[in-house]
């Protein structure tokens, strides 16, 4: 069973378009991150969200977390070509310190 | 400051065997935490050491185990290796707060195992 839905799997848009990731979950998270991974290396940590309600921005990406704490959204405002890469939301589960709960990714593609 | 470390980044072996992967935490980083990752199942938690104990432990088979030593290196080890065992194999640092919760984790490159 997979605690964090993720969607779209998939997603292949032209440069400058907007998008929106989506990370859904029946479960509440003390915090949810948000993390970037290229072929060959790790996840590298893009934002920690942690209050319901709470949005964080970082240049052209928008984070939101939902205020019961169960979802989450990354939107990307006039992707670019170096914004490819698969996206992955990650939950804390409030019992489990230091256990990460990660959605299956977005292998996001901007063509330029 | 030196990122984490993770030993080696590429390795084959076959049914049968076992494997021993090594990773070394940024400095000054005490919780060390072990994940799988394949295409069909993503990120799967392994388990987490800090203070050279075993804090958390994920759904896998007890073929795969760890350690985690006083200057908080940390090694996962795979006996009897099966096919589904083939992934990325990823370490991560974090300070870990005196509360608890979840700090900011720092990933490594990762393993890549291949079983054949």
């Known amino acids: 069973t997979q605690l964090l839905e993720q969607s779209p799997q998939f997603l292949s848009i032209q440069e400058g378009e907007n998008l929106t990731v989506y990370c859904n979950s029946s479960s509440v998270f003390s915090s949810l991150q948000w993390y970037r991974q290229e072929p060959g290396e790790g996840p590298v940590l ?9 949005v964080k921005k970082l240049k052209r990406l928008t984070f939101q977390f939902g205020d019961a704490r169960k979802d989450s959204s990354l939107h990307i405002t006039a ?9 992955l939301c990650a939950g804390a589960q409030i019992q489990g310190a230091q256990k990460l ?3 299956q990714g977005t292998r996001l593609t901007i063509n330029p | 400051k030196a990122g984490v470390t993770q030993t080696p980044r590429y390795l084959i072996k076959t049914r049968g065997q076992q494997v021993t992967l090594s990773c070394s935490p940024i400095s000054g980083h005490r ?13 799967q938690f392994l388990f987490e050491y800090f203070s050279e104990t075993q804090r958390n432990k994920g759904n896998f088979p007890g073929r795969f185990s760890g350690r985690q030593f006083s200057n908080s290196r940390s090694e996962m080890n795979v006996s009897t290796l099966e096919l589904g065992d083939s992934a990325l194999y990823l370490c991560a640092s974090s300070f870990r707060l005196a509360g608890g919760g979840t700090d900011t984790q720092y990933f490594g490159p990762g393993t890549r195992l291949t079983v054949l």
């Open chain 1, 46 to 54: 893009l934002v920690t969200v942690v209050t319901g309600g709470e």
């Open chain 1, 79 to 87: 992707a670019q070509p170096g914004d490819t890469g698969l996206y």
């Open chain 1, 101 to 103: 709960v990660f959605g």
């Open chain 2, 31 to 43: 919780s060390v935490s072990w994940y799988q990752q394949t295409p069909g199942q993503g990120l």
